[in-house]
């Protein structure tokens, strides 16, 4: 998330409804409230970001798929582990933010990603593949890429102002947050990874990895920012799930795949997106959705 001066004029006209932009990331923006600065406003734009760039052109919907799954998530988790929620109400601002923000505690943030993986993909694929580990845990040998793993690891990132988080080992969590608090992020992320995971496989979906991130109210730790989500999950299809290779996904692979296509060089100015590849990929965010929630939501 990026820090921003006091003087930042908000995007949405919010300076006029008297909130302060505090923070904007690739996907949220952040809001203060001067008049209760023990909470926050949480806006989820329509952005996508790809190999480390704001792309020129948006998702339709897809602050609000976003944001509804994470308030389902939270609310699943809610006996596991508490959160940072306090309200959608956003009575008395625009319109245009209904069903994509909310109103959240102000927590102090650990400076630390808390990934879980239950299958070996992406960046732990690559670093497998190089060292025979992921962020210093020593794997099995002669895993495929997509193969579940023994049991669910946790793997660690710093968080980064700009381009990608770096994965690191559960010895450097301890050096950032203290040993207690890094126990305590690992046994946590992985317990409610587990019980997020056996839900969603019922659903249809399988929960290859996702990113938690969590902050202190106070003297009680909460889960906070986006939960279980496209964006912040791998999703696969259990029908289509085959181990040896990539698999199809809820989440913007879809697009990375487009971008791949047209040999883009992974520098600035970031292209848009054809219709055809936005519509699609919400379309995808949307199913995910519904089979987590089993909820359908219209296009606005």
């Known amino acids: 998330m990026l820090n921003l001066p006091v003087t930042e004029t908000s995007p949405l006209g919010l300076d006029r409804h008297g909130l302060i932009l505090r923070g904007r990331g690739?996907?949220?923006?952040?809001?203060e409230d001067p008049a209760h600065p023990d909470r926050l406003l949480i806006v989820a734009s329509d952005r996508i970001s790809a190999f480390d760039y704001i792309l020129a052109s948006g998702i339709p919907?897809?602050?609000?798929?976003?944001?509804?799954?994470?308030?389902?998530?939270?609310?699943?988790?809610?006996?596991?582990?508490?959160?940072?929620?306090?309200?959608?109400?956003?009575?008395?601002l625009p319109d245009s933010l209904e069903g994509r923000s909310m109103w959240?505690?102000?927590?102090?943030?650990?400076?630390?990603?808390?990934?879980?993986?239950?299958?070996?993909?992406?960046?732990?694929?690559?670093?497998?593949?190089?060292?025979?580990?992921?962020?210093?845990?020593?794997?099995?040998?002669?895993?495929?890429?997509?193969?579940p793993l023994p049991e669910p690891i946790f793997?660690?990132?710093?968080?980064?102002?700009?381009?990608?988080?770096?994965?690191?080992?559960?010895?450097?969590?301890?050096?950032?947050?203290?040993?207690a608090t890094a126990a305590k992020l690992r046994d946590l992320t992985l317990a409610i990874y587990r019980k997020a995971a056996a839900y969603a496989r019922d659903r249809g979906i399988i929960v290859a990895d996702t990113k938690f991130e969590f902050g202190m109210v106070?003297?009680?730790?909460?889960?906070?920012?986006?939960?279980?989500?496209?964006?912040?999950?791998?999703?696969?299809?259990?029908?289509?799930?085959?181990?040896?290779?990539?698999?199809?996904?809820?989440?913007?692979?879809?697009?990375?795949?487009?971008?791949?296509?047209?040999?883009?060089?992974?520098k600035p100015p970031a292209p848009g997106l054809p219709e055809e590849v936005a519509r699609k990929t919400s379309e995808k965010y949307k199913e995910a959705y519904r089979a987590l929630t089993g909820r359908t939501l219209e296009s606005r």
């Open 218 to 266: 106070g003297d009680e730790l909460v889960l906070a920012d986006e939960v279980l989500t496209p964006d912040s999950s791998r999703f696969w299809p259990v029908e289509t799930y085959k181990p040896s290779g990539p698999q199809a996904s809820y989440d913007k692979q879809y697009v990375r795949d487009y971008l791949e296509s047209i040999h883009w060089n992974k």
């Open 61 to 92: 919907d897809k602050g609000r798929v976003l944001t509804q799954m994470t308030l389902y998530w939270l609310d699943f988790l809610r006996t596991a582990v508490p959160n940072h929620f306090l309200s959608t109400d956003i009575g008395g």
């Open 104 to 147: 959240v505690r102000r927590a102090n943030m650990f400076d630390v990603e808390c990934v879980a993986r239950g299958y070996l993909s992406g960046s732990g694929w690559k670093e497998y593949l190089v060292t025979g580990k992921v962020c210093g845990i020593v794997l099995p040998a002669g895993l495929r890429e997509s193969d």
């Open 26 to 31: 690739k996907v949220r923006d952040i809001y």
């Open 155 to 179: 793997t660690p990132a710093t968080k980064a102002q700009s381009g990608h988080d770096e994965n690191i080992s559960f010895e450097k969590t301890c050096e950032i947050v203290g040993v």
